[in-house]
Every structure is written in C-alpha cells, then in structure tokens.
C-alpha cells in the first residue's frame, strides 16, 4: 500500500468501527477510554502488565470506581473488551492508546520509564498503518523527542507509514457531570495525516474534538491546565493562611467572591495537593522549561506555599486542643477521609498522609475513617478504617476533615464532644468553638 492509502484504509476502518483499538494501561484513564471505544461498538483490547486488572476485566468486574461495573460486564460479555499482558498482541492492533503513568523521580525530575517501555512494546511489532497515540500527561516535546524516534528505528516514516498523535487525558475521577464521552478531546498529531486520523478516532467516541497543529501544543495544554489549578490553588492556600493572620474567615471570602459574574473563579484552600495529575504536572513542565533556560517561578511557588499545608493543619489541631489544655503528644487524632478527594478511592500524593505522619511524629495516637480506603500502609503505619460512629463513642481528643466524602454523617460529628478541625469547609454555617477551620 502506498502512503497514502495506509492512511484511507485507516480511516475507513476508524469511520466503520472495524478498527482494533488497543489501549496500553489499565487505570483511572486507560480502563474508562477502553470501555467507551467498546460502548461505541469497537473491538478493544486492554494490555496491562499487572495481571490483577486483566483478570477483573475479564471478569466483568470494574476497580475503578467512575466505570460502572455494569457497563464493563456488558462490554466484556458483548466480546467487545478484553484484558490480556500479552503485548506481542499489539501488532494486531489498527490503533494504540497509550495511558501509563508518569511520575516523579525523588528528585522531581519526570520519570518517563513507564512510558518507554510501554512504545518499546509497540515499537517491537509496529507495522504500516497503526496510529499510535501518547494519552499519558508528559512534559511538550515527549511525543516528537522520544516516542517518534523509538518507533522510527523500525525504519517507518511517522505521519507516512504510521501516525502518531498527542492527546491529553482530562477526566476528572469522581465528577458526575463531566466524563470521557463528554470531555473535549484535544489532539495534536506529528503532522497533519496523524492529527486527521486520531481525530477522527475520537470525534466517533467523545462529543468534542479540538485539533490543534502539533503534538508539543497538545502536551502543553494539559500542562497550562493542571499548572492553572496548581498556581491558583496556591494562591488561595496563602490567602487562608493571610485570613487567619487576619481573623478573617476565607471560606466566606470566597463565597462572596464568587457571585461576581465575570473574571472571578472559585478555588478552594485545603490540607495541600493530591492526586496523581496537579501536585505533578507542573514539575515536568518546569523540568523541560529548565532544559530550555527557563525557571517557572509561579510553579515553584506554588509549590511550596501547598506542601506547607500539611504543617499549617498540625498547627490548627495543635490550637484546637490547646484550647483544651492538651499537647499533640499523647492526643488522640481521629483523621475523617484520607483519600486526597472526596468520594473517590484514590491515595495517590494524598495530603492526609503528610498530616498523619507529621501527627505520629509529635506523639499523636492517629486513627482514620475512609470507606473507600479500608486499609493504609505508608512510611511504616499499617492503619485499618474505623467506622465513624464508633470512633465517636469513644471520644478522639480531635478530628481532622481531610477529605470531605458525601457519606460521612456530619450531623452526628457537630452532636460530639470531639474538637474537630475542617480543612475542607465541610462543616459550612456551624459555627462552634470547638470548630476549627483553616
Ligand atoms: N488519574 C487521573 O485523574 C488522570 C487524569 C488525567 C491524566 N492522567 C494521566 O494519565 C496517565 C495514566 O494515569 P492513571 O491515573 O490512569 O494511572 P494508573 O496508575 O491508574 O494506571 C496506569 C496503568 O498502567 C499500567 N502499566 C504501567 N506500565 C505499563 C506497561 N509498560 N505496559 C502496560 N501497562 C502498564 C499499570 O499497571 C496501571 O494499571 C498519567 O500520565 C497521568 O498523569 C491521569
């Protein structure tokens, strides 16, 4: 086939849904992309190497709380999806989704590993025709410096034999409105052939597609969106930390602040950053912009003033039992949520996990309540959940709100004696002396 007609079959098989879409990475992003290619009639296969989430898809069972275990089953059950590890699978693939992780090394420095040997694996059985798209977050420069070259080397031309496109995941775990198939989509392709051929793939699953002229745009527009939150959360972080200097309450600050219509958006403060997407990102952009001479100054910032929030916490729990002439040694914590948002599962760079340890560290006896986190282990705690109720017959010295999950039962925390610290506003028009917010 000439080039061109690479490109015809491609779309053809795309526009008839005869396309065998593989995605790479089974997570919080791959496995709800995977099920809606399915639900759109697809024959996807989802290639994970953790053999745990190849078996539940098999199965019908989702471990992912925003895909509904009964759209998985039906997909699977249809013979639309199926999980395997084999990756030599991926030659039979038409299209390739790639959404692994991509951390920081202790240094801060991106960790691009996952994303390597992933394009390694399609690298080895690539042929004429596959459209290969990055979905997982990256510094700008990943698709074209990195993965293009690597898949190159099996002497194919990118954009001529094969395509290869950028397009950053936005989902938001837990959100009710807003999900894959109503999320526009942006893509950015290494040339025009793949930017046409990864947006005509998701203009037959999402609502909206934005194309835009390459791959280092579509990179950086996740990393101007995730560093948007990063900054201006900070900036509403240090604002709290201003209204307490102050006497002022900044929930109500804020509150106000939002009935203006225009040029205002609301963020909140809270017990720092968490999730695998905002206290990251910004770090692999200010990483390749360093490459490039230049210091992200706001990112740093940032930062800095919500890695602090975690301290600021123990010193509003150290005042509310203050106020009951106790020391954080020897005190009783009760953590209410320990994800690092509400009603999701997820633990990843939660900042409850700071604040237990910097409580342990002053002598605090911690426990915690999180239905969706039944057991904890980090830097040598193994902690199991503890039902609310419970907790509260037994009387903490104090509760933190971490994370403000809709199931815990506010009413009966307001009934206790217990001081209760809320990072997150929970507790919103009770006011109490025993209430301590940031
Ligand atoms: N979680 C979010 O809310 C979110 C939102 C937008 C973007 N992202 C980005 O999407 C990417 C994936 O994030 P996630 O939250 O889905 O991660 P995740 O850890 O939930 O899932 C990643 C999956 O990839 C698998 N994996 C790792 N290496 C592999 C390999 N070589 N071959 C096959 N499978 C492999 C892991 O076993 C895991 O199941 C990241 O770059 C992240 O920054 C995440």
Same mark, same amino acid.
């Not at 775990?173 to 290494?190: C, E, L």
């Not at 106790?326 to 948002?341: D, E, M, P, T």
């Given at each position: ?215 280092? =745009?579509? !990179?950086? +527009?996740?990393?101007?969106? *995730? &560093?948007? #939150?990063?900054?201006?959360? /900070?900036?509403?972080?240090? $604002? ?72 600021? =916490?123990? !010193?509003? +729990?150290?005042?509310?039992? *203050? &106020?009951? #002439?106790?020391?954080?040694? /020897?005190?009783?914590?009760? $953590? ?103």
């Amino acid at each position: 086939m000439t080039a061109n007609a690479n490109h015809q079959a491609l779309l053809d098989r795309i526009r008839t849904k005869r396309a065998k879409i593989g995605v790479i990475g089974l997570g919080y992003v791959g496995l709800p992309l995977a099920v809606e290619f399915a639900r759109q009639g697809f024959d996807v296969s989802g290639f994970d190497v953790d053999e745990f989430k190849t078996g539940e898809i098999n199965a019908g069972r989702s471990y992912i709380p925003d895909v509904s275990p009964a759209e998985l089953s039906e997909v699977v059950k249809a013979g639309r999806l199926r999980g395997t590890t084999q990756m030599a699978d991926l030659a039979s693939m038409d299209v390739i989704d790639i959404c692994v992780p991509t951390p920081l090394r202790k240094t801060k420095d991106p960790d691009l590993s996952y994303v390597v040997r992933a394009v390694e694996a399609v690298a080895a059985t690539l042929r004429k025709g596959q459209l290969v798209i990055l979905e997982s977050t990256t510094y700008p420069g990943t698709t074209d410096e990195v993965v293009q070259p690597m898949l190159e080397s099996r002497g194919f031309k990118a954009d001529v034999d094969f395509f290869l496109a950028f397009s950053p995941e936005r989902v938001d775990p837990g959100n009710q409105k807003f999900n894959t198939r109503n999320i526009p989509k942006v893509v950015g392709g290494v040339g025009t052939a793949s930017t046409e051929a990864a947006a005509r793939l998701y203009g037959s699953t999402v609502d909206t597609v934005v194309q835009v002229s390459s791959t280092r =745009v579509a !990179e950086m +527009v996740k990393l101007l969106e *995730n &560093t948007f #939150r990063a900054v201006n959360i /900070g900036m509403v972080n240090e $604002l709290a930390l201003m209204c307490h200097k102050m006497d002022i309450d900044v929930w109500e600050v804020i509150d106000a602040a939002k009935t203006k219509p225009f040029g205002f958006m609301p963020f909140y403060p809270g017990p720092g950053l968490g999730g695998h997407c905002i206290p990251i990102d910004p770090f692999y952009l200010s990483w390749k912009a360093r490459q490039n001479g230049f210091e992200c100054r706001f990112i740093e910032l940032a930062g800095s003033v919500n890695s602090a929030m975690p301290d600021f =916490v123990v !010193e509003r +729990v150290s005042e509310a039992l *203050n &106020t009951a #002439r106790k020391s954080i040694n /020897g005190s009783r914590v009760h $953590l209410i949520g320990v994800a690092y948002k509400k009603d999701v599962n997820d633990m990843r760079e939660s900042p409850a996990l700071d604040v237990l340890e910097l409580l342990s560290k002053r002598g605090a006896r911690v426990t915690y309540s999180d239905p969706y986190v039944p057991e904890l282990r980090h830097g040598g705690h193994t902690l199991a959940s503890i039902d609310l109720t419970a907790v509260l017959a037994d009387a903490p010295d104090c509760a933190v709100i971490c994370t403000d999950h809709g199931v815990f039962d506010y009413d009966a925390l307001l009934k206790s004696d217990t001081l209760l610290v809320d990072t997150r506003n929970a507790l919103k028009n009770h006011q109490s002396p025993r209430i301590f917010r940031l």
